[in-house]
């Protein structure tokens, strides 16, 4: 009897263990129902290789439950949508506050610079002038052109202080200006080019040849203060000494009157001053560097990315193709009256 007695209490324990049991695995696994249910990863390190084979095998074999992910996800994104439109303004600022101002604003060097921009009876006009009314005209909004910078690292500077939207000037694309804007894509691209004083290379030459004379160039070489050719002649002849002028007109007076070897610029400059005095091809010879390039570009504010890509869309559409010489073609009787004027 006493044994009979010990055994109904040992199964008695045993079944209230069991019990217990039981009860305790009910209540984790309410517990992770719960977790899932609010988006948390109740998984460990060792199990995420299982979940997701696992989640791929339940979405092929089981599309109800895969399309109640969906929706749990498309529920999540629904309620996060109201706060990102809240802090989205409606376009990107920097073409929205060209909208809001109602114009375009382009910084343009405040000498002319024909067949790119030049004043004719009061009028400003040139190819540099109808790309800017181009891009203005597609934003919807009139153009102003500010024409306060007298160099064309102060036009560059103009558009890094936001005093103008983007800068279309004759501006050669070079890294030491990307440190501070951005540029557009090329939208021309021409050589660069030297107008010597043919008696002074024939002295320097001293029976070698001209391209040999060209590669180690010595002597005085004028350049337009504060553009780009600068730093192109510092890298180019590192022999010569460099001579800026204010001017590009005053630069080709200098080598006419031999008071430098040679004047350095792109070869259209450098074309136009024997187009437009041909008594002058019996002092200066023209030489196209042909394994250099001077890519010109529009400038624009460093952090102006919407609108830089809206520029190049724009570049693109209007099927730009001018070379020095056809715009040499095109320009001729321009060139002839700006050499009069001067």
Do not use: C
């Amino acid at each position: 009897m006493k044994m009979r007695r010990y055994l109904i209490k040992f199964i008695g324990w045993i079944t209230l263990a069991l019990t217990l049991v039981l009860l305790w695995l009910t209540v984790s696994i309410g517990n992770l129902d719960v977790l899932a249910s609010h988006g948390l990863d109740v998984s460990d390190t060792s199990s995420i290789k299982n979940s997701a084979t696992n989640s791929a095998t339940n979405s092929a074999t089981n599309p109800v439950a895969n399309s109640i992910d969906t929706e749990r996800t498309a529920t999540r994104l629904a309620d996060t949508k109201p706060s990102l439109q809240n802090n989205r303004s409606l376009m990107p600022p920097d073409v929205q506050r060209i909208l809001q101002r109602g114009k375009l604003v382009v910084a343009m060097l405040n000498q002319d610079n024909p067949p790119f921009f030049m004043t004719n009876r009061g009028m400003l006009e040139g190819s540099d002038v109808e790309v800017a009314r181009s891009i203005a005209e597609q934003l919807g909004v009139p153009v102003e052109f500010n024409r306060s910078a007298k160099t064309f690292d102060q036009v560059v500077q103009t558009v890094y202080r936001l005093d103008a939207d983007l800068a279309i000037s004759k501006l050669s694309r070079t890294l030491s200006r990307a440190k501070s804007v951005r540029f557009s894509r090329p939208y021309v691209t021409m050589r660069q080019g030297l107008l010597v004083n043919r008696l002074q290379l024939v002295q320097q030459a001293n029976g070698r040849s001209i391209t040999e004379v060209i590669r180690n160039l010595e002597g005085k070489i004028g350049v337009i203060r504060g553009s780009s050719y600068v730093g192109f002649t510092q890298k180019r002849f590192p022999k010569a000494e460099i001579v800026e002028f204010p001017s590009w007109a005053a630069a080709v007076d200098a080598v006419i009157q031999g008071e430098v070897l040679a004047t350095y610029r792109d070869e259209l400059e450098v074309k136009k001053v024997v187009f437009s005095k041909p008594d002058a091809a019996l002092q200066l010879q023209t030489i196209a560097l042909t394994d250099t390039e001077d890519s010109i570009a529009i400038a624009l504010p460093w952090d102006s990315q919407q609108l830089l890509a809206f520029v190049n869309q724009a570049l693109d559409t209007m099927n730009i193709s001018d070379t020095a010489d056809s715009l040499l073609q095109s320009y001729s009787g321009q060139f002839q009256n700006d050499q009069e004027k001067r």
